[in-house]
């Protein structure tokens, strides 16, 4: 993550990297987990028999992990877009898409494999769709991904007429269910997709093209990177977590639905930005948008444990959303500032 | 790389050849033929005598909200079906669009057609009532379907459910059973917060519970999605430990709420629905979730509309009422549907 390379680190010799550009995404994403410290304490504070019981916190805080996993999962396909700098605005419907395309009756009759296979492959094909409309046909991100936003959700009505499609397909279900370890396995696809794209952003020329093309387009196209190439695989990369999105919230759910993943375009850009990831692209982390979900989540399963009521968990959202946007432009200004002499 | 006659490289072949065959195995896909008997003909009925004969043509002019669940599925699926067991009525549906403005609009495009009847499932009641004045003043009578007008006379009948009189059966249920538990553990699972009708159901589930000296002790509240009753229900189970009896509002939303009950491996209290759906009457009849109730809202009204709006302009009464007209105001009444009684209720049950 410290990237020796960057002007303002240059200066770093005698502040260190923690003060300069290459410690940004660390020091945020301590303040991330200064907000979920605060929030546990919060929870201690108002039901301490949950938070401060050994037992019950760790029940807790597993279903807050699970609850997490889906729209995490579709967090990170979102932040890989917004890093080269687009935006996917079609993932909620996608998930939709793909989980009632993967549980009708014909699909069912298959069985679990070709459930998951379909909704898989739907995801990242509609990614794909996406990412052609934009490269090739030249479209805005936003128009493009708004349209296919549309059309996947009517799509997915006309496929299910609009009925729940309950899944009968019990080793399915089980995804939902099943428990190695004591941790659930939404949990732990969680975990293993947040590596792998830790790995793939952090470690592979496709990240360093993705960071590459969302800094400066023009830079990157003279640098010799194929940009529509990238931007389809990175559209399609998104779609695919869409899919493995559908796979968990369908068993969790144990039925397919149009309904399903609704706003999720929103709640996984809202965990992005306050993660850290700049909508003009080109700076992100996977880690930010990581906690950035589990601060949603968490606070979604505080007003619930507290029985209040849910109107007051979504100004807290719009708040948190707004502090962590304001930070980021005191960010942005601090580096404008010139650098004073001496320093 | 080895090139084939016409230049197509071998990889490309592979690519387009995969693509293709996934193409054909995912539309193959799509297919949501049930091969399974599906005989919901328990939602609509003629019965016989004088009624049931054949007289006037009647145009009935119908327009509902886009299905977004099954519950509102199944008003339009009935009104449809109730309306072709008739051969004097010629049904005509218009789009209600996606709001009360939208709906406005189809409407005066109807009303210009000049149907006998209009059977109206408004968007929003209190933003229709001007055009349902307006249709009655055109000489076309209007049927008002559960979401009711702001002005009565901007109807010539109106049909709806009880939501407060389904939350006084849930909670007069729960009460019966839990009498005599020290401080038993009661939550709630409500709809979508902010509709009357959320509030409605839940002011009857609190009444009801008060008669027997009990209070809801959580309560949450999800969209009438399934994902969201899953979502909702998940961290309910966290901040209770230990719950005595469950009312879910909805029957739809029900199937995410049993799904998380089933994830924690919860089952020290029983549950209650909402609405009637087909899947919440076949758990309990076979007893396999905590689900061992569901108070009616019964989409069959939307059957019963169309048989009345069918009489009204017929100029019939109904036949077991003194009375040569239709009635003004029906509300129908929230049953109770248990293992005892569920057989009976089972072809009336909706597909979520």
């Given at each position: 993550m410290i990237d020796v390379a960057s002007p303002a680190a240059a200066s770093a010799k005698d502040t260190g990297w923690w003060r300069g550009d290459g410690g940004e995404p660390v020091r945020r994403n301590l303040g991330l987990v200064g907000v979920l410290v605060l929030l546990y304490l919060v929870g201690a504070l108002a039901r301490p028999d949950i938070f401060l019981h050994g037992g019950r916190l760790w029940s807790n805080e597993l279903t807050v992990l699970t609850q997490a996993s889906s729209i995490g999962v579709i967090t990170i396909g979102m932040t890989f877009v917004m890093i080269s700098g687009g935006i996917d605005l079609s993932v909620g419907a996608l998930l939709a898409l793909a989980s009632v395309w993967s549980t009708t009756v014909a699909t069912q009759s298959y069985g679990p494999g070709v459930m998951i296979l379909a909704a898989l492959v739907v995801g990242a094909v509609s990614g794909l769709v996406n990412g052609i409309l934009i490269s090739y046909g030249r479209m805005v991100p936003f128009i493009a991904t708004l349209a296919t936003m549309v059309a996947a959700r009517g799509l997915a009505q006309k496929i299910s007429g609009k009925l729940t499609q309950i899944v009968k397909v019990a080793s399915f279900n089980r995804i939902a269910e099943w428990r190695p370890l004591g941790i659930p396995l939404l949990v732990i696809i969680f975990v293993v997709v947040a590596v792998l794209a830790w790995v793939l952003l952090n470690r592979t020329t496709f990240g360093r093209r993705t960071v590459a093309i969302g800094g400066n387009a023009e830079a990157a196209r003279l640098a010799g990177i194929n940009i529509r190439r990238h931007t389809l695989l990175v559209y399609t990369l998104s779609g695919l977590c869409c899919g493995v999105a559908a796979v968990m919230v369908t068993a969790q759910a144990t039925a397919g639905s149009s309904d399903h993943g609704n706003l999720y375009e929103l709640n996984a850009i809202a965990a992005a930005i306050i993660g850290g990831t700049a909508l003009t692209g080109g700076r992100g982390t996977i880690v930010g948008s990581v906690l950035g979900v589990l601060v949603f989540t968490q606070i979604y399963n505080l007003f619930i444990v507290k029985n209040l009521q849910t109107e007051y968990q979504q100004i807290a959202q719009g708040v948190i959303i707004v502090a962590a946007v304001i930070i980021q432009q005191f960010r942005v200004a601090a580096l404008r500032r010139p650098v004073p002499p001496g320093a | 790389m080895k090139r084939f006659p016409d230049g197509t490289s071998r990889r490309s072949l592979l690519i387009g050849g995969a693509a293709a065959g996934a193409g054909a195995l995912l539309a193959g896909c799509t297919s949501n033929a049930d091969n399974s008997t599906n005989n919901d003909t328990g939602q609509t009925k003629v019965t016989g005598?004088?009624?049931?004969?054949?007289g006037k043509t009647v145009t009935i002019g119908f327009s509902a909200p886009a299905a977004d669940h099954g519950w509102i599925r199944a008003i339009t699926d009935n009104a449809k079906k109730q309306a072709a067991l008739y051969k004097d009525v010629k049904f005509s549906q218009v789009d209600a669009g996606a709001d009360a403005p939208a709906q406005i609009a189809a409407l005066q495009t109807l009303i210009q057609q000049k149907p006998d009847v209009i059977v109206l499932l408004p968007q929003d009641g209190a933003q229709l009532t001007a055009t349902g004045k307006a249709a009655m003043a055109a000489g076309i009578q209007v049927v008002n379907l559960d979401r009711e007008f702001s002005d009565a006379g901007a109807a010539r009948l109106l049909i709806k459910g009880d939501n407060y009189g389904m939350g006084l059966a849930a909670g007069q249920y729960i009460g019966a059973k839990l009498k005599g538990h020290a401080n038993p553990v009661v939550a709630e699972i409500a709809g979508i917060d902010n509709l009357p009708l959320t509030q409605d159901r839940s002011r009857g589930f609190k009444d009801g519970l008060a008669q027997y000296g009990l209070k809801v002790s959580n309560r949450v509240a999800a969209q009438f999605t399934v994902q969201s009753g899953q979502d909702v229900t998940a961290n309910l189970l966290q901040a209770a430990q230990h719950i005595d009896a469950i009312w879910n509002h909805d029957d739809d939303q029900g199937v995410g709420v049993l799904a998380a009950i089933k994830q924690a491996a919860r089952k020290e209290f029983f549950m209650v629905g909402g609405a009637g759906s087909l899947d919440a009457m076949e758990h309990i009849k076979n007893g396999d979730t905590p689900l061992e109730a569901t108070v009616t809202y019964p989409p069959t009204m939307a059957s019963s509309a169309i048989s009345l709006a069918r009489l009204i302009v017929q100029g019939k009464g109904m036949s077991d009422l003194v009375e040569l007209q239709v009635p003004k105001q029906i509300v129908l009444t929230s049953e109770t549907i248990t293992k005892s009684n569920v057989d009976t209720y089972l072809p009336l049950g909706f597909k979520s």
């Open positions: - | 005598g004088d009624n049931a004969a054949a």
